[in-house]
């Protein structure tokens, strides 16, 4: 379909002046689908709420859905001119507000703890809808409940979410833009789920693929992708243009900007992505598509709280088999590997879910001799990194880090990304090191 997905993150829409100023925005930019995200905060109140009626502190939870409800109240109050706008936004909120006072009444359920959750952006798309009505906006709503939907995986099920979202539509071809909820869906069951905290992100692209949009917006309060996180760096820049691979290395490897799950969609159904600032529109941001090889390095981003775990071979040589018996360790704990080194007498690999950690270890005993280091960092380069080019991204990286201790170097996974594991406390230093030598 000709048409964009637009999607806003919490303080894009964080308060009354930032509401106005997406209407403006989106507006603006034609026929196209928009996807919020709850306000700022509110996912994070909610998930205190649903904690306090877990503890059965009915008080505790009272009091912080009182807070929430005069945020809200205060947005209500500063937005809308029109009286009967007004009365009929603060409405659709009072339901969620009614719907947590129930709760608070009997057992707590984890279903109902679902239903809580869903609430930030039903109440943030409720927020939108009457102020595009009250700017004389034409917007089509899409309940995100009625089309977004996950299979018995977990994974979305995308036929049920194009067939649905298209007939929707579909049946409402007059407006100026429709406007629906990121993060929130359905499970195989029917019950209302979520895709994980920042899974709006994840909406956005699943929206963008299965309506072959022109383009998957991201709307921050960044322009774009950086060459290093300007909180930690100096002097870095935004980056242009990135191959779908090099985002995803990034996205994952701790550039906070885009959600890790956000990229698989728009790269299977090859769906430029750009990463826009809603603060300065008219810059040009990051543009992720398939772009053709560059050979160029684009970015590098850390990602923190990272435990080392080495596993030494009793035997002196690496036996046949116990790769395999180390990896089954890990799996068997449902712990994910991010990084890994081998030599002929050991292997080092890293984790960032530390929750199994005792058994985990208590059990790679039985293969060898184990070392555990805790408060480290991967650093990762990412780029166009193809060995056999002339661009000498390897020797570049680690001359940056002259000085650094490095743990471990991990390169050849893919062409996209060369990782380094340093202590948390060298984090800072590296990252400046190797922004003022490859950029
Ligand atoms: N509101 C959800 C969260 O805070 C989803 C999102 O913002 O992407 O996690
Ligand atoms: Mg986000």
């Known amino acids: 379909m000709h048409m964009k997905v637009l999607k806003f993150g919490g303080t894009s829409v964080g308060s009354a002046e930032r509401i106005r100023n997406v209407a403006r925005l989106v507006t603006d930019a034609g026929r196209n689908v928009v996807v919020l995200s709850a306000m700022s905060g509110t996912t994070n ?63 707590f359920t984890h279903a109902e703890e679902k239903e809580v959750l869903a609430r930030g952006e039903l109440m943030s798309t409720a927020l939108m809808q009457g102020y595009l009505e009250q700017c004389g906006v034409r917007c089509g709503m899409l309940p995100a409940l009625d089309y977004m939907r996950t299979a018995q995986g977990g994974e ?32 195989a069951y029917g019950e209302v789920n979520n895709l994980r905290r920042g899974g709006s992100d994840y909406s956005a692209s699943i929206i963008g693929a299965v309506l072959n949009a022109e383009e998957i917006q991201i709307w921050t309060d960044i322009d774009g ?49 750009r990463l826009l600032n809603t603060m300065d529109p008219s810059a040009p941001g990051t543009l992720i598509a398939n772009f053709p090889p560059d050979g160029t390095i684009k970015a590098v981003a850390a990602k923190d709280d990272i435990t080392a775990i080495k596993i030494k071979s009793g035997r002196m040589l690496l036996a046949y088999g116990f790769l395999y018996k180390v990896f089954e360790t890990f799996d068997k704990y449902n712990t994910a590997i991010d990084m890994m080194a081998t030599s002929e007498v050991g292997v080092s690999v890293t984790v960032d879910n530390t929750e199994h950690l005792a058994d985990i270890v208590d059990e790679l005993k039985n293969f060898g001799t184990v070392t555990v280091e805790s408060d480290m960092v991967i650093i990762c380069v990412v780029g166009d990194l193809e060995w056999d080019d002339s661009s000498d ?47």
């Open 45 to 107: 109140t909610l998930v205190e709420i649903s904690d306090y009626l877990h503890k059965k502190n009915i008080p505790g939870a009272q009091e912080t859905l009182n807070s929430l409800r005069s945020k809200y109240d205060a947005v209500v109050e500063e937005l809308y001119d029109n009286a009967e706008i007004a009365e009929r936004v603060s409405h659709e909120l009072e339901r969620t507000f009614s719907f947590i006072s129930h709760l608070m009444e009997n057992e």
């Open 393 to 439: 991204f390897q020797a570049r990286t680690l001359d940056a880090l002259r000085g650094v201790p490095v743990r471990m170097i991990s390169y050849g996974g893919s062409n996209y990304n060369i990782s380094v594991l340093v202590r948390a406390a060298d984090k800072v230093r590296a990252l400046n090191m190797l922004n003022q030598h490859l950029f």
């Open 225 to 273: 992708m950086h060459t290093g996180d300007p909180r930690f760096v100096e002097n870095t820049r935004p980056v242009s243009n990135l191959h779908f691979e090099e985002a995803a290395e990034l996205a994952y490897f701790g550039a906070k900007i885009l959600h890790p799950t956000c990229v698989l969609p728009a790269k299977l159904h090859n769906i430029p992505v």
């Open 156 to 187: 979305p099920d995308i036929r049920y979410i194009t067939t649905h979202l298209r007939r929707m539509i579909d049946l409402e071809p007059d407006v100026d833009l429709w406007l629906t909820q990121g993060y929130i869906c359905r499970n």
